[in-house]
């Protein structure tokens, strides 16, 4: 059924960049939002970004002006541009969807390490 794919995860050095992508599959109902949540070792997991269908995005305040959450409604797909990376970044990243009926799923978590 419904299947959320992630790529993109990895190690980079404090001030580099990576890119995150998640593509959504396998339902018939259309998408409302998708985004980024992570989890820190130790912390609770907190929002990232979310961008709607129409394009209206909310950033948690810890990435504002360093990430960007971007989408392609085609696909069914979302990205999230992450520059100016901080150790403090290090976490899991997880993708989610929500779909028309505010039924939510979620993807398999990508380790993002941030390191000298």
């Known amino acids: 059924q419904v299947q959320l794919v992630e790529s993109g995860g990895g190690l980079v050095q404090p001030g580099g960049s990576l890119r995150l992508s998640c593509a959504a599959s396998?339902?018939?109902?259309?998408?409302?939002?998708m985004g980024w949540y992570r989890r820190a070792p130790g912390k609770q997991r907190e929002l990232v970004a979310v961008?709607?269908?129409?394009?209206?995005?909310n950033y948690g305040d810890s990435v504002k002006g360093r990430f960007t959450i971007s989408r392609d409604n085609a696909k069914n797909t979302v990205y999230l541009q992450m520059n100016s990376l901080k150790p403090e970044d290090t976490a899991v990243y997880y993708c989610?969807?929500?779909?028309?009926?505010?039924?939510?799923?979620w993807g398999q978590g990508s380790q993002v390490t941030v390191s000298s």
């Open positions: 989610n969807a929500l779909y028309e009926g505010w039924v939510s799923y």
């Open positions: 396998g339902s018939i109902f259309r998408l409302n939002a």
């Open positions: 961008i709607s269908s129409s394009g209206n995005t």
